[in-house]
């Protein structure tokens, strides 16, 4: 007999294995109470009595042979089901048992007990706290020296994506790592790994800027968002998104007061310093928090998972970067090439897709429990097969419809922002599909397939982006490709049972 299937993650906690080996055992005979007087019985059949006494474990049976390893495991042999029960062996007596007993299937279980089942309030959270800071960029946006250029950017901007990319890189790794530890129940390990990682991180992405070069202001403000960038990946893995969001409330408001009112040099620098400081001592904060309890588990997550997790972090914020800056980079290449047509559209796109986030979390718990159900009711493979395929298209539609929704909405809203037109709109759609099957395969440890699959997408949009082409078909041929080999890959790898345990 085979243990059972790990189906929920709460697998691994205390007295988990000694619960699992519990078996049951024949249920006694009731006793009559001495006060009732004794009935004479004309030839009792004893099955009657044993039924009673093992009626649950008859109406869930499915199979006579699953009472027959019930009733053997309990010590019963042939000989005593001959002489007790007047049956031949065992298994006619679990056929008897089968027969006389009428099934009673248990249900699913109620779905206060889904493992998977994500608050929508905290995905809202986790998605303002995604796109929040981004109004970082209105309050330094004078510190980039806009009358001289570099790659095509203002000079310094072009340090500030080279960081950008390494902290989104590392980051992922990081956090994939510090995940792999909370999910072995050690939280002081996963504090350490951060720790150790946060700090590095923030020094590897802000020293790859200090190469690159640029404006004294600029390359401080790529030190900081290095350093912010850090402590937002500690207090999101060790699910502080409050103080996060509490973090970023001085940039929040100083955006709305640059939009109101001029605001000297110096008062737009402090406003990101006090939303930077804030960051880093409460992440520090938590840390050290973590790191005064019990941990130091055997063996962590592998390496391998962790690298993959990182360029496929890598693959994400090229693709990204290019559907926000291939543009310009088109023009910094072709000087005399007409002016894209969706270059001004581009500002919008990306906000629906920074704040799409949260809802993209929330989908795939979602799917999760979705395909968990899916695991109890279905009947046969190819049958669950059917069923996590609707669940998976169903949820990608869904979060399509909302990122193209929340485009319109933010092109309404943005000054002067044309309306995105269908070419735009089908290679923002199919960036956003890219993206959220490509984390959906990575949540359910598809990794290096999926890294591959988008290293590959974001480096022939690079190359082709560098030797001219047209940014907003680049994206459509790059992203396209990604999203018809990754979701097709994601209905047949998570069609199968055992990718779900």
């Known amino acids: 007999m085979s243990g059972p299937l790990r189906l929920v993650p709460d697998e691994g906690t205390p007295g988990w294995a000694e619960e699992t080996m519990l078996l049951r055992t ?30 649950e474990l008859c109406a869930d049976a499915v199979h006579p042979y699953e009472i027959a390893a ?16 007047g049956r031949a062996d065992a298994f006619t007596l679990a056929e008897d048992l089968f027969a006389k007993v009428a099934r009673r299937y248990p249900g699913p279980p109620p779905a206060a007990t889904d493992p998977w089942r994500a608050d929508p309030w905290r995905c809202v959270l986790r998605g303002l706290v995604f796109a929040l800071p981004g109004l970082g960029y209105l309050l330094g946006a004078g510190l980039f020296a806009a009358n001289r250029t570099r790659f095509g950017l203002p000079s310094g901007m072009a340090a500030l994506a080279a960081a950008t990319l390494l902290s989104w890189a590392f980051n992922q790794a990081l956090a994939h790592r510090a995940y792999g530890w909370l999910s072995l129940a050690d939280r002081r390990s996963a504090a350490r790994t951060l720790a150790v990682g946060a700090p590095l991180g923030a020094l590897l992405a802000a020293g790859a800027g200090w190469l690159i070069g640029g404006p004294l ?110 543009p310009t980079l088109h023009h910094a290449v072709h000087p005399d090439a ?28 979602r799917y999760r429990s979705l395909a968990t159900t899916a695991l109890r009711i279905s009947t046969s493979p190819g049958d669950f097969r059917r069923r996590t395929a609707l669940v998976l298209l169903g949820c990608l539609l869904g979060y399509l419809l909302a990122v193209a929704a929340l485009d319109y909405a933010g092109t309404a809203l943005w000054a002067h922002a044309p309306l995105i037109g269908p070419t735009q709109l ?70 199968r049972t055992t990718r779900h345990r």
């Open 26 to 55: 024949l249920p006694r005979r009731r006793p009559r109470p001495a006060s009732t007087p004794a009935l004479p019985e004309l030839s009792p059949d004893p099955l009657d009595d044993l039924a009673e006494r093992l009626a």
């Open 70 to 85: 019930f009733l053997e495991s309990d010590g019963l042999t042939d000989e005593q089901a001959a002489l007790v029960y």
């Open 217 to 326: 202001a600029a390359l401080l403000f790529t030190i900081g968002q290095s350093a912010y960038l850090g402590a937002a990946t500690v207090l999101l893995v060790l699910g502080q998104e409050k103080l996060l969001l509490a973090a970023l409330t001085p940039s929040a408001a100083g955006a709305v007061l640059v939009r109101l009112v001029p605001l000297p040099g110096w008062a737009k620098a402090a406003i990101l310093l006090a939303t930077l400081a804030a960051a880093v001592g409460l992440a520090a904060q938590q840390l050290h928090r973590c790191l005064s309890g019990d941990g130091s588990g055997p063996a962590g997550p592998a390496w391998s998972a962790t690298a993959a997790s990182g360029l496929f972090g890598l693959a994400v914020g090229t693709l990204t970067m290019i559907a926000g800056l291939g």
């Open 338 to 365: 007409p002016p894209s047509p969706g270059a001004n559209a581009t500002g919008p796109a990306l906000v629906a897709l920074t704040l799409s986030l949260g809802l993209a979390e929330w989908l795939l718990y």
């Open 426 to 495: 089908a290679a923002l759609l199919l960036l956003a599909a890219t993206l959220w099957t490509a984390l959906l395969l990575q949540a359910l440890s598809v990794a290096w397939r999926t890294a591959g699959l988008c290293l590959a997408a974001a480096g022939f949009e690079s190359t082709v982006l560098l030797i001219g082409g047209d940014p907003t078909r680049v994206q459509l041929y790059g992203c396209g490709a990604a999203a018809a080999l990754l979701v097709p890959l994601a209905v047949i790898v998570l069609g």
